[in-house]
């Protein structure tokens, strides 16, 4: 992208508020990727207000000007009715102009007609707390996918510090993590989200967004728990699903209740973090033990109590 890499240019010569107003104004110009970047920092509302609907409007800009991965995000905006008409037949329209230029979206397009209709057979672990297993709530196909594209996604797991508000390396989760904001959030995506809700019972848009995680090994996530003290919106449900079984280790095992479990790909794992009272059950303290060899993957819902914005990681 030669616009970034002349705005990369000013912003190295100590000048970065120059190198923002340099994008902005190629946008207001026309610029396809100018509209496309000006989109992206409206959707993360990082430097400004958030405003997915400027966004959808920048995106308009920079799809009419000929930027097949502009379409590919306005289709999964469009799909799920992010800063703009929710309309599914519009989004399958730009996802397949797109698809004749960007290689993820002609994937994302070809795998649409092999997503299957599951429901999964529930297995109870624990009434009290609350654990079951849906057996089989993805289709492997559906996992191989999930995993190619999260894939060139990744980053290592980051939490937001509180004093600062800058992100540093978690200091118990040390995996490598791709988060499915509603802009990544393809139409495949948003049709297995939608399956996690009905297998658990929930509202889709109360949960955050799909997180999937790749260890390697001697990665873990430490002991900790999902829901937190005075949160808000608690994250009632934590669902996890398994993506593949190529990898020794990696058990979820939750130490207060002496269970350990190893579910297969496809399966999914749900249970209940907080009790009625929306306060942290300290029985479903939970860990991901370390892998020993191989990748384990999985993804990840973390579900409120009641509608989150997935933008939003507070």
């Known amino acids: 992208m030669k616009l ?8 190295r010569s100590g000048r970065p508020q120059d190198a923002v107003r340099f994008i902005e104004q190629a946008a207001e110009a026309g ?14 509302g990082t430097d400004r207000p958030r405003d997915a609907t400027a966004a959808c409007h920048r995106l308009e800009r920079a799809v009419k000007n000929g930027k097949a991965e502009a379409a590919r995000v306005l289709a999964h905006l469009a799909a799920s009715g992010t800063g703009c008409a ?17 290689a993820v ?48 996604l990744l980053k290592p797991s980051f939490v937001d510090d509180g004093k600062t508000g800058i992100g540093r390396p978690d200091p118990i989760r040390t995996s490598h993590g791709a988060a499915f904001v509603p802009h990544e959030e393809d139409l495949v995506v948003q049709a297995l989200n939608r399956r996690i809700a009905s297998a658990t019972g929930t509202g889709v848009h109360n949960a955050e967004a ?40 990696g058990a979820t095992a939750f130490p207060e209740l002496g269970l350990s479990l190893r579910l297969g790909p496809g399966d999914l794992l749900l249970f209940r973090n907080s009790d009625a009272d929306q306060q942290p059950d300290l029985r479903m303290r939970h860990a991901g033990e370390p892998v020993t060899s191989g ?20």
Not at 4 to 11: K, N, R, T, V
Not at 35 to 44: E, G, R
Not at 219 to 229: G, K, M
Not at 295 to 302: D, G, H, P, V
Request: hydrophobic letters at 40%.
């Open 4 to 11: 970034l890499e002349q705005a990369g240019a000013i912003a």
């Open 31 to 44: 610029d396809p990727d100018g509209n496309f970047l000006v989109a992206h920092w409206l959707l993360y």
């Open 86 to 102: 929710q309309d599914w037949q519009r989004a399958l329209a730009l996802l397949t102009e797109a698809a004749k230029a960007d």
């Open 105 to 152: 979206a002609a994937a994302e397009l070809a795998m649409l007609p092999q997503l299957s209709d599951r429901a999964g057979d529930r297995e109870p672990v624990s009434s009290d707390p609350q654990i079951e297993i849906v057996r089989g709530l993805f289709a492997l196909e559906e996992c191989a996918y999930l995993i190619r594209r999260a894939e060139p």
């Open 210 to 249: 799909l997180y999937v995680m790749r260890y390697t090994p001697g990665q873990q996530y430490h002991p900790h728990l999902d829901a937190l003290p005075g949160l808000a919106n608690q994250r009632e449900w934590t669902a996890i699903a398994y993506l593949n079984d190529a990898f020794e280790g």
């Open 295 to 314: 990748e384990k993957w999985i993804a990840t819902r973390w579900i409120r109590h009641r509608p989150h914005d997935p933008y939003d990681r507070g």
